[in-house]
């Protein structure tokens, strides 16, 4: 025997079932209607906390390499999204704030994508192209990788004397984790190597060959010539001359620093060579060289690397989404990093579950006011 409990369960079935039908609307329209909890893209925080910080210390740059999953070639909005991206996040480098160097997927580049690059303020491309954009510099891939299994020093040390050797990283494809090789990291280590970047690599040669010199008395004035608002960055001369030298000085008479022997990144400074000096200096500086005497004979030419280092080296992060996982395996390294930083996509959030939950809150209740509202009536 049916009881009334039964018969009034079933009547709000039945009402339940005529609410279904705004909440199918619901389900379809609401999705449209709703303010979106994230935006289409998001933002790595590990640039502006911590990581970014420490990386600029160490001497790494940050470049572009556009956002994630988008072709450069096919929407060029995203070379100035991502320049603006970060810069809103981090300096580009110790040696300035605006982002130079660009990463593109490929061995060529259309006129259109170049000329974007170049409004945008990129200078260096890279790393596989075959040829640069007219007006641009090609940094390339000549060292293979930096993953396990992959990474060859044989291939290392076949690059020529006074050239920057370049090295492919990726820490993530899609959910795989790639492991460096350590051994390559610790032979990287103990050569003769300056560590050093894509840009900072390219404007310490511009520096190196716009510094000239002028002869007064015993004193040599190396005076740099300033940069064009880039960046900052020192430029190193080898100088030589026929006596000896007293010492090396700023213009306001302040003893300028000796860099060690030792030291595989970039700074400003001078060390003792054969026959002269290796003098490290910034852009619109004037450095006063003293001698004991007047020398006979001085002669200058751009150095290639810093403080004498037979071959520069740079690791290049490719498609970094996130610093942290990118850089994670290279905390307690001296190696510097060319970052080539890819604004990260937003996951996609699946809108049917929460939206059917509203939904059933919606029905239940129109559903309930429907039986209690009949049974009024019939009373």
Not at 160 to 166: P, Q, R, T, V, Y
Not at 320 to 339: A, G, V, Y
């Amino acid at each position: 025997m049916t009881s009334i409990l039964d018969i009034y369960l079933l009547r709000i079935s039945v009402q339940l079932r005529k609410a279904a039908g705004c909440s199918l609307v619901l389900l379809i329209v609401l999705p449209f209607l709703a303010s979106p909890v994230v935006g289409e893209w998001s933002e790595d925080t590990w640039l502006t906390n911590i990581i970014g910080p420490e990386r600029l210390e160490n001497g790494d740059e940050f470049g572009c390499h556009g956002y994630e999953g988008i072709s450069i070639s096919e929407n060029n909005w995203v070379i100035e999204g991502c320049k603006e991206y970060l810069i809103d996040s981090t300096n580009a480098s110790r040696w300035g704030k605006i982002p130079i160097s660009f990463g593109i997927p490929g061995p060529t580049v259309d006129p259109l994508t170049a000329s974007q690059l170049i409004s945008s303020g990129f200078r260096i491309v890279g790393d596989m192209l075959d040829e640069p954009p007219e007006g641009m510099i090609s940094a390339h891939r000549n060292g293979g990788s930096l993953e396990k299994g992959v990474a060859d020093t044989a291939l290392f040390e076949s690059i020529d004397e006074d050239s920057l050797l370049s090295i492919y990283w990726r820490a993530r494809i899609d959910d795989l984790r790639v492991r460096e090789d350590k051994d390559a990291i610790s032979w990287l280590e103990r050569q003769d190597l300056w560590y050093t970047t894509w840009g900072e690599w390219n404007l310490h040669k511009s520096s190196s060959e716009n510094t000239s010199l002028s002869v007064i008395g015993s004193e040599i004035h190396s005076f740099s010539e300033s940069s064009d608002g880039a960046w900052s960055v020192p430029g190193t001369s080898l100088i030589q001359f026929d006596t000896d030298i007293s010492g090396v000085f700023y213009a306001n008479g302040d003893q300028y620093p000796v860099i060690p022997t030792e030291s595989k990144k970039l700074q400003i400074g001078w060390r003792n060579v054969a026959g002269g000096i290796l003098l490290t200096q910034s852009p619109g500086t004037n450095i006063i060289v003293q001698l004991s005497e007047t020398p006979e004979s001085v002669s200058i030419e751009p150095a290639i690397t810093f403080n004498g280092h037979r071959n520069a080296v740079t690791i290049v992060g490719h498609h970094t989404t996130n610093l942290f996982h990118w850089s994670s395996d290279f905390q307690e390294s001296p190696l510097t990093f060319t970052w080539l930083i890819e604004r990260p996509s937003e996951e996609e959030i699946d809108w049917t579950l929460p939206v059917f939950a509203v939904a059933t809150l919606i029905a239940v209740p129109i559903a309930v006011r429907r039986v209690v509202k009949s049974d009024r009536i019939d009373n």
